[in-house]
């Protein structure tokens, strides 16, 4: 099996060492050879992605770029019937999305979005066996990102949210500059969630109410802490790891049709 990625900066990076601890023949694609040069050269590399996937035989790629590029670069791929995933934000406009999943079927392959955060030990492992009423979550970071962070931090907790329980509405988005403030309903419950760049202190915590107390989800940490002082420790297993080992496994539009439903939520908002 031969795999690639497109981008080879910072998350790109992430994905090659994970692809070499793996032993997986992969072939890197970027359009600055200075950042190409600074990987061993038994990776194939290439400036050009249409040289790239012309000339080997890669059966999924991987896109860590900035978001406006993702689906262009994606349609060259999945042309040729190779399974595709885009890292997150994976578009701004939900239309686009929409043609790119409907161009993969066409094509016999498929196309995900990158969801990370779901093979956390605080997603994985999570029991909730009582109904959650809200959720306050916070996803407040030190460092900086490609886009303001309603369009890249919160797409975390939005998926995560839809994951657990199913589709939202967002109700309102405040800009306070570096920090966002979003608020919404799923079908059985509400939730606040805070977002930010460059923040005083990191703080990646949700406080799911129930009637036996908060269930808190330390993703900082990646624990679970139950109400009864029951604490789910980090459990080992590497979440970029297990996120590529399940898409070359068994890749799925799931991803695809989440992420289509939290840009139709965004796009209702100007920011």
């Known amino acids: 099996m031969k795999i690639g990625i497109v981008g ?6 992430k994905y090659i060492k994970k692809f070499d601890l793996l032993g997986l023949d992969a072939v890197l694609i970027d359009l600055d050879s200075k950042k190409l040069a600074e990987y ?20 999924h790629l991987f896109i860590a770029t900035d978001p406006r590029s993702h689906i262009p670069l994606a349609k060259k791929a999945l042309e040729r019937g190779i399974n595709v995933m885009v890292e997150k934000p994976p578009s701004i406009d939900p239309s686009e999305l929409e043609e790119a999943v409907d161009f993969a079927e066409k094509k016999g392959a498929v196309l995900s979005v990158s969801e990370i955060e779901l093979r956390a030990n605080t997603v994985r492992n999570l029991e909730i066996d009582t109904d959650v009423s809200d959720i306050r979550a916070y996803r407040l970071n030190l460092g900086r990102g490609y886009i303001n962070p309603f369009f890249d931090l919160a797409w975390h907790d939005l998926y ?3 994951y657990l329980f199913g589709d939202f509405t967002i109700k309102k988005v405040k800009d306070k500059g570096d920090i966002f403030e979003v608020e919404g309903e799923t079908k059985n419950n509400s939730f606040f969630l805070q977002v930010a760049w460059s ?8 406080l799911l109410k129930t009637e036996k107390g908060d269930i808190t989800l ?15 420790d980090k459990d080992g297993v590497d979440k970029l790891e297990l996120m590529i080992k399940q898409f070359l496994k068994e890749p799925s539009f799931e991803s695809s049709f989440r992420a289509i439903n939290i840009l139709k939520e965004f796009s209702k908002f100007t920011v």
């Open 218 to 232: 330390n993703f900082a940490e990646d624990k679970i802490i139950y109400p009864d002082g029951t604490v789910k």
């Open 199 to 206: 923040h005083e202190f990191l703080r990646r915590e949700w």
């Open 40 to 59: 061993p050269d038994k990776f194939s590399k290439y400036t050009d992605i249409d040289e790239a996937v012309k000339k080997e035989d890669i059966s």
């Open 160 to 162: 995560i949210m839809s």
């Open 8 to 13: 080879t900066g910072n998350m790109g990076s």
